[in-house]
Nanobody, 127 residues
Framework: EVQLQASGGGSVQVGGSLRLSCAAS????????IGWFRQAPDKEREGVSC????????????YYREPVKGRFAMSTDVADNTVTLQMNHLKPEDTAVYYC????????????????WGQGTLVTVSS
């Protein structure tokens, strides 16, 4: 059974940090790219970032949407099938439910390309 388990959400003040984790199971982790998406109240779900572990190239590439560049960073632990999203310098506009998702092959920070979705974890940033 394929599972993506997101965790780590919470409430922080502006400028604070949170670390989200996404634990994956039931599929070959390094054949996929893992992305983070978020959905704020009354807004559409939007892509945040993506990380691609290309086993043949033995490197890791990560990509970020402009609103989070320089503040968010993804990392992966292939041995544990876990991807993390370190979120620093949080802003009120980062408040949303965050989801992790998996797409086969290359990174696409687009919900349309995701094959598997985890449940969301709520991040609230207050001023």
């Amino acid at each position: 059974e394929v599972q993506l388990q997101a965790s780590g959400g919470g409430s922080v003040q502006v400028g604070g940090s949170l670390r989200l984790s996404c634990a994956a199971s039931g599929f070959r982790f390094d054949d996929y790219s893992i992305g983070w998406f978020r959905q704020a109240p009354d807004k559409e779900r939007e892509g945040v970032s993506c990380i691609n572990l290309n086993n043949r190239r033995s490197d890791v590439s990560s990509y970020y949407r402009e609103p989070v560049k320089g503040r968010f960073a993804m990392s992966t632990d292939v041995a544990d099938n876990t991807v993390t999203l370190q979120m620093n310098h949080l802003k009120p506009e980062d408040t949303a439910v965050y989801y992790c998702a998996a797409s086969p092959g290359s990174c696409y920070i687009s919900a349309d390309y995701q094959k598997y979705w985890g449940q969301g974890t709520l991040v609230t940033v207050s001023s």
